[in-house]
């Protein structure tokens, strides 16, 4: 039989936790500071722009009014957003005019007119058809964002749909077009123009809002995926490179992608 020693001298384990380290006045004031920054960062850019642009209307629009019906020149301050609240009404009144049968009569007149100049007609109607597709309500111009391979198979870009390719581009490709706007980052006002095969897109569930938010910040944004759990293991695309195939056009146009080491090449049989 073996005796218990109560005064063994193997050390006893202590399961406790161990308690955190404590973070120290610098590092919790640098969080604290950044916090801030972050919440109030935010706001601050974005009230600035809206006082810029306003600022902006109203140094082009307040000197128009007549110093009689201009309100500032009765009240004791500054009236921040009078041109801007102008300019909404005269547009407003525009659209309304323009509606009528006088204002179509008008309207047609004065599109006759910009037609019949050989510069100002092509400006004009570009700007126009631009407009029409952007601020029309039925149309889907910009509502879709979509996954693209460029500029190389391998590699991916979001991009935007603008419409269904048309004429002579899609007249004279054999596969159903799409038109595609690939912008750049961080501006996205500038980018490519893209003439893509309907099937080589792949539908993104983002927004266009969100799309717009990752392409800008260059990738720190990045969006939730909005699709249903059970399809996010279930990957859609490949982002496998092809720099060690040739690529070898058959009859007929037809890509055929063949390893460089066989012994066919693009230019026939190697010696």
Known sequence: ??????????????????????????????????????????????????????????????????VRYNPETYLP?????????????????????????VGRLYLRTSERLLNRMPVIRGIYG??????????????????????VEYPRRGIWAIAFITGRTKGEVQ???EEECINIFLPTTPNPTSGFLLFVPKKELIPLSMSVEEALKMVISGGIVTPEDHRPKEEWDKPLVS????????????????????PKDHAFSPKGIKD
């Not at 957003?81 to 049968?101: E, N």
């Open 1 to 66: 039989m073996i005796e218990h020693n109560e005064n063994s001298s193997t050390p006893a384990t202590d399961d406790s936790p161990q308690k955190p380290d404590k973070i120290s006045f610098s590092a919790r004031l640098r969080a604290y500071f950044l916090a801030g920054v972050l919440i109030t960062a935010p706001i601050s850019i974005t009230f600035y722009l809206a006082m810029l642009f306003i600022n902006f209307v109203d140094s082009k629009v307040t000197p128009l009014i007549p």
């Open 77 to 101: 301050f500054a009236t921040p957003g009078l041109g801007l609240v102008i300019v909404f009404i005269v547009l407003s009144l525009i659209g309304a005019v323009t509606a009528g049968i």
């Open 126 to 147: 570009a700007i126009k058809q631009i407009l029409e597709t952007v601020l029309a309500q039925q149309s889907n111009a910009f509502r879709e964002a979509v996954l």
């Open 171 to 173: 007249n004279i490709t």
């Open 239 to 258: 982002a496998a490179t092809y720099e060690d195939m040739d690529v070898l056009r058959e009859g007929g146009r037809t890509p055929v992608l063949i």
